[in-house]
């Protein structure tokens, strides 16, 4: 999730997504979170805060904060 989150910020700064897959990193970044509504560093591992703000904020770079609401039916 770092890496998702330093990929977007490079290309956030840059104004160029050219040298990201937008739509594969939020696909991973939605299948990353977990049942608390916390997120993954990836996989089915245990969520935390700081795979958390990584995966937020770059779904806020990307323009696509929104793309992974709770999932409140796996509580």
């Not at 770092?2 to 700064?13: L, N, Q």
């Not at 049942?35 to 779904?59: F, K, N, P, V």
């Amino acid at each position: 999730m770092r890496f998702v989150y330093c990929a977007a910020a490079v290309c956030y700064m840059l104004d160029d997504w050219s040298g990201m897959d937008v739509e594969l990193a939020e696909k991973f970044i939605c299948s990353s979170q977990r049942y608390d509504g916390g997120i993954s560093q990836g996989g089915s591992r245990e969520s935390h805060g700081g795979s958390t703000y990584c995966a937020i904020a770059a779904l806020r770079l990307m323009g696509r904060l929104n793309a992974c609401p709770l999932n409140r039916e796996a509580l």
